[in-house]
């Protein structure tokens, strides 16, 4: 019979290995420091203040997943095309600063955390549930 320390080691097996979390986060600094000092061509880019939040990694670290933010808008799904545009030039710029045989694709996606923890927020502070919470 396991106990809870061989559930807990069952469930580290299925999720990202520590290189993953490691080169994530690599390059997750790299292209938030790119995004701060780099002039985009692109119109769709050229005022943007874009933030990384997370990037996850595939197995073989060949795809990345990057989780971007707007500062101060919730538009971030409209410069998905621009940073898809912007993808290749990113990776040549990334590829000085990561140590890695080969730069992963970047692929973006919009981070939406947290509208999701501001949407359960109001809905914990509707006085209905207050109530309920209360009791």
């Given at each position: 019979?396991?106990?809870?320390?061989g559930?807990l080691?069952?469930?580290?097996?299925?999720?990202?290995?520590?290189?993953?979390?490691?080169?994530?986060?690599?390059?997750?600094?790299?292209?938030?420091?790119?995004?701060?000092?780099?002039?985009?061509?692109?119109?769709?880019?050229?005022?943007?203040?874009?933030?990384?939040?997370?990037?996850?990694?595939?197995?073989?670290?060949?795809?990345?997943?990057?989780?971007?933010?707007?500062?101060?808008?919730?538009?971030?799904?409209?410069?998905?095309?621009?940073?898809?545009?912007?993808?290749?030039?990113?990776?040549?710029?990334?590829?000085?600063?990561?140590?890695?045989?080969?730069v992963?694709?970047?692929?973006?996606?919009?981070?939406?955390?947290?509208?999701?923890?501001?949407?359960?927020?109001?809905?914990?502070?509707?006085?209905?549930?207050?109530?309920?919470?209360?009791?």
């Amino acid at each position: 019979m396991a106990g809870p320390a061989g559930k807990l080691a069952g469930l580290a097996a299925s999720g990202p290995s520590q290189r993953q979390l490691r080169v994530g986060e690599e390059v997750r600094r790299v292209l938030a420091d790119l995004f701060a000092r780099t002039e985009f061509r692109d119109p769709d880019l050229a005022d943007a203040r874009i933030t990384v939040t997370e990037v996850r990694l595939s197995p073989d670290l060949k795809h990345a997943t990057a989780f971007v933010a707007r500062l101060g808008r919730s538009d971030v799904e409209a410069l998905l095309p621009a940073l898809n545009r912007v993808s290749p030039f990113l990776r040549s710029r990334m590829s000085g600063s990561l140590r890695l045989r080969v730069v992963p694709e970047i692929h973006f996606q919009p981070d939406t955390a947290l509208d999701y923890a501001m949407e359960v927020d109001a809905l914990l502070r509707r006085p209905d549930v207050a109530r309920d919470l209360d009791e």
